[in-house]
């Protein structure tokens, strides 16, 4: 079965960096785009971005452009978001959610990860 | 960015009731909804997307309608595992945005 697993989360200092991972199973990862979406406690969901199945295209939402990158590494079966610049407000479950085509479309997701936590405090 | 707005915020409903959400968009959508359900300390789960196509394995009680700027979730009988909180997705244009959710709570 498909299986998306998040790690990489804990509690860092504003402005530092953090890199958050997604083990991805059950399929074959070099066939679908990848989504990073997050939710603050107790808060609503935000998309963060998503990248194309090969990595060529990504999106970013505009919280995270300049300060966030997402890659994927297809040797590993493994998406990554890399964080620089935290501020408390990126505070958040960070899921990793799989499209369920290849392309960088807008799509909606049909699988998710569990999450990992991300507090940014001092 | 596309706002999406949902209505109620939360809801009171009993086991076996019809519910309804609505999820109202800032913009013509064509049918590029999806419906999402998540219960506490969980990932959210798809139920619905393009509208109104219900995705494998979600129980039957749980349809889709609507397009262009206005959409619906009916639960055609709650269930007691129904009691969550239900998101709509738009994904007509990036940046992929969410309504705010509503709570199904129980009566």
């Known amino acids: 079965q498909v299986l998306l697993v998040e790690s990489g989360g804990g509690v860092v200092q504003p402005g530092r960096s953090l890199r958050l991972s997604c083990a991805a199973s059950?399929?074959?990862?070099?066939?679908?785009?990848m989504h990073w979406v997050r939710q603050a406690p107790g808060k609503g969901l935000e998309w963060v971005a998503v990248t194309s199945y090969d990595g060529t295209y990504k999106y970013y939402a505009d919280s995270a452009k300049g300060r966030f990158t997402i890659y994927r590494d297809k040797s590993r079966s493994t998406l990554f978001l890399q964080m620089t610049g935290l501020r408390g407000d990126d505070t958040a479950v960070y899921y990793c959610?799989?499209?369920?085509?290849?392309?960088?479309?807008?799509?909606?997701?049909?699988?998710w990860g569990q999450g990992t936590l991300v507090t940014v405090s001092s | 960015d596309i706002q999406l707005t949902q209505s109620p915020s939360t809801l009171s409903a009993s086991v076996g009731d019809r519910v309804t959400i609505t999820c109202r968009a800032s913009q013509t959508l064509s049918t590029w909804l999806a419906w999402y359900q998540q219960k506490p300390g969980k990932a959210p789960k798809l139920l619905i997307y393009?509208?109104?196509s219900l995705e494998s394995g979600v129980p039957s009680r749980f349809s889709g309608s609507g397009s262009g700027t206005e959409f619906t979730l009916t639960i055609s009988s709650l269930q007691p595992d129904d009691f969550a909180t239900y998101y709509c997705?738009?994904?007509?244009?990036?940046?992929?945005?969410f309504g705010g959710g509503t709570k199904v709570e129980i009566k």
């Open positions: 997705q738009q994904y007509n244009s990036y940046t992929l945005t």
């Open positions: 059950g399929f074959t990862f070099n066939n679908h785009a």
């Open positions: 393009r509208a109104s």
């Open positions: 959610a799989r499209a369920p085509e290849s392309g960088y479309d807008p799509i909606y997701f049909d699988h």
